[in-house]
């Protein structure tokens, strides 16, 4: 983002479903804005509109909008906020913000403005954004905007793939997969590869080091089966805080009621501290198949780890 980023307004109300009112300034702390109606232990603690959203508003209803008609706490200019992702960050001088939320249900004729123009631009182009550090805000605060980069971990376990005895598919199959996922969501990426020979202590240290790192997506490709080398799924089970077991059953239900021998898979998936971490075969055919059911759970999923309601 090359233009500035200013507050242009700061605002309060005591009570919801009215407008706010600008204010000198506003306190942001673990709840949200002090003395706001909307403040609490929840994940819309602070609420925030683009001037530009306001003005293209201003133009359909005919009407100037004042800040804070829309019932935000932050007004700001120079970037489409509707356009943001929930985990990305805001920095306001010592004031860090996480975006939880993008657009909420509209109350209908429980909203100030709504009772009056019959419509409100903030159930569609809002944000919402919990307190991460405490601090003061006030208008011509320069705003930070910092995307969250989402990182993934892509693990071939294979004596041979390692020996250069052949070449490793599975793993550039699930970067393709996983890149074109994050691609259709409009998240900013990062995939790294690493291809190891079917060791326990090697793989235990690479997923030591993604846990520490808060790698937010682990896939292993190779070792579920019940052979001799086959030493993924039991590693991993280890690791885990807690299983997510309905995928791993769901995709060997499906696949092995066509394919009987899917069902000696002994593939696991997982949460692992802030990590998902998804145990699939080492055939390109099974990682097509698995990950058909993965990635359209990974967005709830990574929702659920980091407390944001996404219903």
């Known amino acids: 983002m090359s233009n500035i980023i200013t507050v242009v307004s700061v605002n309060l109300s005591e009570k919801k479903g009215t407008i706010k009112v600008p204010v000198p300034e506003i306190e942001l702390n673990k709840f949200g804005v002090a003395k706001d109606a909307h403040a609490g232990d929840w994940h819309r603690q602070v609420s ?3 001037d530009e959203s306001v003005q293209r508003f201003e133009h359909a209803a005919g009407r100037k909008i004042k800040y804070g008609e829309f019932a935000e706490n932050i007004t700001t200019k120079g970037l489409e906020l509707v356009n943001t992702h929930p985990l990305d960050k805001l920095l306001i001088g010592e004031v860090e913000l996480e ?12 909203c100030a403005i709504f009772k ?3 419509n409100c631009v903030m159930p569609k182009e809002g944000i919402f954004a919990r307190v991460l550090k405490n601090g003061i805000v006030k208008a011509g605060d320069i705003i930070i905007y910092t995307p969250k980069v989402y990182k993934a971990l892509i693990i071939t376990l294979s004596d041979r793939a390692s020996r250069g005895e052949y070449s490793d598919r599975s793993g550039p199959k699930i970067e393709q997969l996983l890149s074109a996922f994050f691609e ?4 900013k990426f990062a995939i790294d590869r690493k291809l190891i020979p079917d ?3 090697a793989l235990k240290s690479i997923l030591d080091e993604a846990r520490k790192d808060n790698v937010d997506i682990v ?5 579920t089966g019940i052979g001799p080398r086959d030493i993924t799924t039991d590693v991993v089970k280890r690791l885990l805080d807690k299983e997510i077991p309905g995928i791993m059953e769901m995709i060997r239900f499906k696949y092995g ?4 021998n899917a069902l000696i898979s002994r593939a696991i998936a997982g949460v692992m501290n802030t990590s998902l971490v998804y145990t699939l075969p080492g055939s390109v055919k099974a990682v097509e198949e698995y990950m058909s059911e993965i990635t359209p759970t990974l967005r709830h999923s990574i929702y659920m780890l980091h407390s944001l309601d996404a219903h």
């Open 199 to 201: 060791d326990s202590d």
């Open 48 to 50: 925030l509109l683009a």
């Open 257 to 260: 009621s066509l394919k009987p």
């Open 219 to 223: 896939i292993t490709t190779g070792g």
């Open 116 to 118: 009056e123009v019959g």
């Open 184 to 187: 259709a969501e409009g998240w």
């Open 99 to 110: 975006i939880t939320q993008i657009g909420k249900e509209c109350h209908g004729t429980s």
